[in-house]
């Protein structure tokens, strides 16, 4: 009768070898214990297997959870491993790599920016929700869904920002330029493990049958994921430090109060940034407080423009805020849903 469970046990599970015959060996463990210890108290052998079959319920239910922790533990793996890579694009769009040379002219550099970027916000809502999957819950595979589909988005742009290095790669290795080429290749050679390590995760992750987001999803929602995660970290704060459970008490009090008197104060504002409800407005209002961030920046590190060039500076600031507004738009268009950043369509009504 145990033989028959664990059988069926191995056909259900979906994980690798090595994790299958290691769950397998400790759930026959566990079931022969239970038999033992129910033979022991005065039930016959074939009823004491049957009742510690039925206390360790379903196979397929035990094979479900084991799979579902297996998954969520690969795509912890991929969180970290994703946000090793994330740093690594700052480092070569916006760090003291991308400043060593250019990229090979400005639409290359551009879109390498645009890259960077794109990649950056992938990384950092793939750290969040690898965060989050310390949680359980009923919607940890949409979770994990999103998580690997945020690694592939950085992945994809770590990729496309290498090939836009390859031209500069290429000319300095023709001129020896060796301040230049050592560093990008030692930058590259460390990001390719991680990288791998990223795929292998990614596929272990995907063994467990990674669902569609749906709309309604509250995995779906960043805003929602972001406060999950800080309520968790206080969590396991205040569990290893206990003397952090006043301040952390105090501070989950005052992220609830605060969104509750924004939303009372100012109900228009927060109608009007409500990502859930009104994803394009958000986006709209992000990509003009982007572009005019950025274009502020270029004019802070340009200096006062003088009489003749205020002109020019002034048509200079205002493609820079377009651009940059532009790009976010059209990430938020492309990749908005498959990241989960605007909601899934509703199911139509049957009939």
Do not use: K, N
Not at 11 to 32: C, F, G, K, S, T
Not at 51 to 61: K, N, V
Not at 244 to 262: K, Q
């Amino acid at each position: 009768m145990i033989t028959d469970y664990l059988l069926e046990l191995i056909e259900e599970l979906r994980v690798p070898p090595r994790q299958r015959r290691r769950i397998v060996a400790e759930v026959e463990d566990h079931l022969l214990s239970a038999a033992a210890d129910l033979h022991a108290d005065g039930l016959d052998v074939a009823s004491a297997q049957s009742e510690a079959i039925r206390r360790f319920g379903p196979a397929a239910a035990l094979a479900a959870s084991f799979t579902e922790e297996e998954a969520a533990r690969a795509g912890r793996r991929v969180a970290r491993a994703t946000g090793v890579l994330t740093g690594g694009l700052v480092l070569l769009t916006a760090g003291p790599l991308a400043r060593m040379a250019p990229f090979g002219g400005l639409p290359v550099a551009a879109l390498a920016f645009v890259l960077g970027q794109v990649g950056v916000v992938a990384g950092a809502l793939t750290v969040l929700r690898g965060w989050r999957l310390r949680e359980t819950g009923p919607e940890r595979l949409v979770r994990l869904t999103l998580l690997v589909r945020g690694a592939d988005v950085v992945l994809a742009c770590l990729g496309g920002i290498m090939l836009c290095e390859l031209p500069g790669v290429v000319a300095s290795i023709s001129h020896w330029t060796v301040p230049v080429l050592i560093p990008r290749l030692l930058a590259a050679g460390a990001l390719v493990p991680v990288a791998l390590a990223v795929l292998r995760g990614r596929r272990r992750a995907q063994l467990a049958g990674l669902p569609a987001p749906q709309a309604g999803d509250s995995a779906s929602d960043p805003v929602a994921e972001l406060a999950g995660a800080t309520r968790l970290a206080l969590e396991r704060a205040t569990r290893r430090l206990p003397a952090l459970r006043g301040p952390a008490a105090e501070l989950r009090r005052l992220l609830e109060v605060i969104p509750a008197y924004a939303r009372r104060r100012a109900p228009r504002l927060t109608r009007w940034l409500d990502l859930r409800r009104h994803p394009w407005r958000f986006a709209l209002t992000s990509a003009l407080g982007a572009g005019l961030l950025l274009a502020g920046g270029h004019a802070f590190a340009e200096g006062p423009p003088t009489a003749h060039v205020a002109l020019r500076a002034l048509v200079a600031s205002v493609l820079i805020a377009g651009f940059e507004g532009g790009a976010l738009l059209l990430g938020f268009a492309t990749l908005g849903r498959f990241l989960g950043l605007r909601p899934p369509p509703r199911a139509l009504p049957p009939g």
